[in-house]
């Protein structure tokens, strides 16, 4: 194994969108036992310490590689389309239109059931969202919208959490 090597190389995975979270998971398994550091027990602390950096990487790649959102950022930036979400944040019209909407619906929910209809909307946006960063990322080649999904897409975690919270006071 290469520290250098891609998310995807290190677990044999395409170098694509679209992945089977069960392989993601039984290949961070089999690297984990791999790379444990009690497997260089007796080779000394040198190559414990090699293990435990592997085990670290090994960890942050299954991090990225299991959340759709994760991995979609990670694939545009390893295809020249950087997120860069903290000094681009242009968004289209209609979706900050949409976003308007959703905290206003946000702000004036007073039910659960208001709150719970607001995050379904916002679970099916999510779907179609990711269903468009997989479609410009494996079949359309095309990172920089792809990108632009991306930043969107992250602005509609941020609200689900913003739901979530609402939904948690309520609960009180």
């Not at 242009?90 to 208001?114: G, K, N, S, V």
């Not at 079949?139 to 992250?154: H, I, K, N, T």
Request: charged content about 30%; aromatic content about 8%.
């Amino acid at each position: 194994m290469n520290l250098h090597y891609s998310d995807f190389e290190l677990f044999g995975l395409p170098q694509r969108f679209a992945q089977d979270q069960g392989a993601i998971a039984e290949r961070w398994k089999q690297l984990q036992r791999e790379a444990h550091p009690d497997r260089f027990a007796a080779q000394g602390a040198s190559a414990q310490r090699a293990a435990l950096q592997w085990s670290v990487r090994i960890n942050e790649a299954y991090q990225r590689l299991k959340d759709p959102l994760k991995r979609a950022s990670y694939l545009c930036e390893l295809l020249g389309a950087p997120i860069e979400a903290h000094s681009n944040t242009a968004m289209p019209p209609d979706f900050l239109m949409e976003q308007i909407e959703w905290r206003e619906a946000l702000d004036e929910a007073q039910a659960e059931d208001e709150l719970e209809e607001l995050s379904e909307r916002v679970t099916q946006r999510r779907r179609e969202m990711l269903a468009q960063i997989g479609q410009l990322l494996d079949l359309e080649a095309d990172p920089p919208a792809a990108a632009q999904q991306v930043r969107a897409l992250m602005f509609i975690e941020r609200f689900a959490h913003d739901i979530e919270s609402r939904l948690a006071q309520l609960g009180q």
